[in-house]
């Protein structure tokens, strides 16, 4: 669950011809049968031949692959080719472990059209939403190569001559355990700061999508990282278990569902492991009468639609000033209704399609249960077949605003993970305040007013660890991005997840005797 970086350069807005490689793949007429597991420099196949998984491609409903997970023994394996590429990584400086990484962003810049066109394949959002998050992946890795030569200690100057300083040093094979909103991007966020940090990396991600994790560990080898420093294991829940249990596993790394991260954090306590993890939201936006209308309306449309509704920070609880409702809906649900859905692979595609068939019957359901507790479907809410025959089996459905929604309503307690927005009314700051904290989340949150002492005023009570005013869904890697409560625990991107990626020790030195009471 991540967001799209939107602060990218130009030319990520220029429109590219789709290969025909993806477009053939996209028809699912080509069999992915390499292995998607990667360890000590290759890719390497599962030994598991009888419990295979079929892996989906979303704009068809086809089969893309089977993922054979990878059992206790092949994540040992691939724990150690990190343990064994931890040494001399952890021993090159700052400045010669940037040069690799720099190399691995060139390489990312170079094959953008190919990893964006596997990443809409494998995952179903469009391709301009995937060409950005390809984007946002180089730049993450470009960010952490330039502050890996500035991590350094403190020197602290004590009586009589004697002193002490710290040393910021790594921690080991870090885990990293992605989700399937944003295959590639979540392995970069995960990667780069640990690799800067003088880590080595084990990385499995969601089995829905594990077609795009093995082409970054390839672009690191090429790239001359030492063979093991980035894998990649694919399974489920036991090869995630697996991982976090592994005595030489220093610390984990997590982006899904609460209740997924809260059985991570279990079983990382049993060795006492650092974790890093990013969960689940049910943020608020509010838009104040004296809003920019035009600017409210792209922001919610931006807080609930991309990829799908599928973005883990979406602000799904619009929460509207009651004497410009009318007029914000009525705006909401005509572009809502302009969206263009169908092939991700078209450049006029807006909106593709939802990960999977479960995942789209759940979304469904609970628009069915926002009408039977009383919320209006102003527009959406349905499936929808393209008119391409190819892609009728796809996991698609219109984008729904429901009104006359309640705090009390499932669909706005609950996250739904879909292309779903619950518009709410409120007459005053102070109430309004009142109910978007109501909430065991505290991911994101947003603000739209004119009146900037209002902007901060509700800002700093909001309690949410990523704000926006007058924006949304902005992520820009410079930035540290995380929640508040159960939304999780500690921060990707920005200078501060250096802390989550290393540890400190202090030394102190005497200069004189010992003074000592013995």
Same mark, same amino acid.
């Given at each position: 669950m991540m967001l799209l970086r939107l602060a990218v350069s130009p030319r990520s807005r220029v429109a590219a011809p789709l290969s025909a490689a993806a477009r053939t793949l996209s028809s699912g007429s080509v069999d992915i049968s390499v292995p998607l597991n990667f360890w000590a420099g290759q890719r390497r196949t599962s030994r598991d031949k009888c419990n295979k998984e079929n892996v989906y491609e979303p704009a068809t409903g086809r089969v893309l692959c089977h993922l054979g997970p990878c059992g206790a023994a092949e994540v040992d394996q691939a724990v150690k080719a990190a343990k064994l590429a931890f040494e001399p990584w952890s021993k090159l400086s700052g400045m010669e472990r940037a040069r690799v990484m720099i190399e691995a962003a060139h390489? /990312?810049?170079?094959?953008?059209?190919?990893?964006?066109?596997?990443?809409?394949?494998?995952?179903?959002?469009?391709?301009?939403?995937?060409?950005? &998050?390809? +984007?946002?992946? @180089?730049?993450? /890795?470009?960010?952490?190569?330039?502050?890996?030569?500035? *991590?350094?200690?403190?020197?602290?100057? *004590?009586?009589?001559?004697?002193?002490? $300083?710290t040393r910021r040093e790594p921690l080991g094979v870090c885990a990293g355990i992605g989700a399937w909103n944003y295959p590639f991007q979540i392995a970069a966020w995960k990667s780069a700061p640990a690799l800067a940090c003088g880590n080595s990396m084990v990385f499995k991600p969601s089995p829905v999508t594990p077609v795009t994790a093995v082409l970054l560990a390839e672009i690191y080898m090429q790239a001359g990282a030492p063979e093991g420093l980035f894998n990649v294991v694919q399974g489920g829940q036991e090869t995630g278990s697996f991982l976090c249990h592994h005595p030489d596993v220093a610390k984990v790394s997590f982006t899904g569902s609460i209740p997924t991260g809260q059985k991570i954090m279990e079983m990382a306590s049993k060795g006492v492991k650092p974790v890093t993890l990013e969960l689940g939201g049910k943020s608020p936006l509010i838009i104040f009468q004296d809003s920019d209308l035009e600017n409210a309306v792209r922001g919610a449309l931006m807080a609930n639609f991309l990829s799908q509704g599928q973005v883990c920070s979406n602000g799904t609880r619009v929460f509207v000033q009651r004497e410009i409702l009318s007029e914000f809906v009525e705006e909401v649900v005509r572009r809502t209704q302009a969206i263009a859905i169908g092939d991700p692979l078209l450049e006029s595609t807006r909106m593709g399609a939802l990960v999977s068939r479960p995942h789209l019957e759940k979304v469904l359901y609970f628009v069915e249960k926002a009408?039977?507790?009383?919320? %209006?479907? =102003?527009?959406?809410?349905?499936?929808?077949?393209?008119? &391409?025959? !190819?892609?009728?089996?796809?996991? $698609?459905?219109?984008?729904?605003? *429901?009104?006359?929604? !309640?705090?009390?309503?499932?669909?706005?307690?609950?996250?739904?993970?879909?292309?779903?927005?619950?518009?709410?009314?409120?007459?005053?700051?102070?109430?309004?305040?009142?109910?978007?904290?109501? %909430?065991?989340?505290? =991911?994101?949150?947003?603000?739209?007013?004119? +009146?900037?002492? @209002?902007?901060? @005023?509700?800002?700093?009570q909001l309690k949410a660890g990523s704000c926006f005013i007058n924006n949304y869904n902005i992520t820009p890697v410079e930035v540290p991005f995380g929640g508040f409560k159960m939304s999780g625990i500690g921060r990707e991107n920005g200078q501060v997840t250096v802390e989550y990626y290393s540890q400190l020790k202090t030394v102190f030195v005497e200069m004189g005797d010992v003074d000592s009471l013995f």
């Amino acid at each position: 669950m991540m967001l799209l970086r939107l602060a990218v350069s130009p030319r990520s807005r220029v429109a590219a011809p789709l290969s025909a490689a993806a477009r053939t793949l996209s028809s699912g007429s080509v069999d992915i049968s390499v292995p998607l597991n990667f360890w000590a420099g290759q890719r390497r196949t599962s030994r598991d031949k009888c419990n295979k998984e079929n892996v989906y491609e979303p704009a068809t409903g086809r089969v893309l692959c089977h993922l054979g997970p990878c059992g206790a023994a092949e994540v040992d394996q691939a724990v150690k080719a990190a343990k064994l590429a931890f040494e001399p990584w952890s021993k090159l400086s700052g400045m010669e472990r940037a040069r690799v990484m720099i190399e691995a962003a060139h390489i /990312i810049e170079s094959r953008r059209e190919e990893i964006a066109e596997t990443e809409v394949v494998n995952n179903g959002k469009s391709i301009t939403e995937a060409r950005l &998050d390809v +984007d946002s992946a @180089r730049l993450c /890795i470009e960010y952490y190569a330039g502050l890996a030569s500035t *991590l350094a200690g403190q020197h602290v100057q *004590l009586p009589g001559g004697s002193f002490a $300083y710290t040393r910021r040093e790594p921690l080991g094979v870090c885990a990293g355990i992605g989700a399937w909103n944003y295959p590639f991007q979540i392995a970069a966020w995960k990667s780069a700061p640990a690799l800067a940090c003088g880590n080595s990396m084990v990385f499995k991600p969601s089995p829905v999508t594990p077609v795009t994790a093995v082409l970054l560990a390839e672009i690191y080898m090429q790239a001359g990282a030492p063979e093991g420093l980035f894998n990649v294991v694919q399974g489920g829940q036991e090869t995630g278990s697996f991982l976090c249990h592994h005595p030489d596993v220093a610390k984990v790394s997590f982006t899904g569902s609460i209740p997924t991260g809260q059985k991570i954090m279990e079983m990382a306590s049993k060795g006492v492991k650092p974790v890093t993890l990013e969960l689940g939201g049910k943020s608020p936006l509010i838009i104040f009468q004296d809003s920019d209308l035009e600017n409210a309306v792209r922001g919610a449309l931006m807080a609930n639609f991309l990829s799908q509704g599928q973005v883990c920070s979406n602000g799904t609880r619009v929460f509207v000033q009651r004497e410009i409702l009318s007029e914000f809906v009525e705006e909401v649900v005509r572009r809502t209704q302009a969206i263009a859905i169908g092939d991700p692979l078209l450049e006029s595609t807006r909106m593709g399609a939802l990960v999977s068939r479960p995942h789209l019957e759940k979304v469904l359901y609970f628009v069915e249960k926002a009408k039977e507790e009383g919320a %209006t479907v =102003l527009c959406g809410g349905e499936r929808f077949v393209p008119a &391409d025959p !190819t892609l009728r089996g796809g996991y $698609y459905m219109t984008p729904c605003v *429901l009104g006359d929604c !309640t705090d009390e309503m499932t669909c706005v307690k609950e996250e739904i993970f879909g292309p779903v927005m619950s518009v709410l009314s409120f007459e005053t700051e102070e109430e309004v305040l009142q109910r978007a904290n109501d %909430t065991t989340m505290g =991911l994101a949150a947003g603000v739209f007013t004119r +009146d900037v002492a @209002r902007a901060h @005023r509700v800002v700093e009570q909001l309690k949410a660890g990523s704000c926006f005013i007058n924006n949304y869904n902005i992520t820009p890697v410079e930035v540290p991005f995380g929640g508040f409560k159960m939304s999780g625990i500690g921060r990707e991107n920005g200078q501060v997840t250096v802390e989550y990626y290393s540890q400190l020790k202090t030394v102190f030195v005497e200069m004189g005797d010992v003074d000592s009471l013995f």
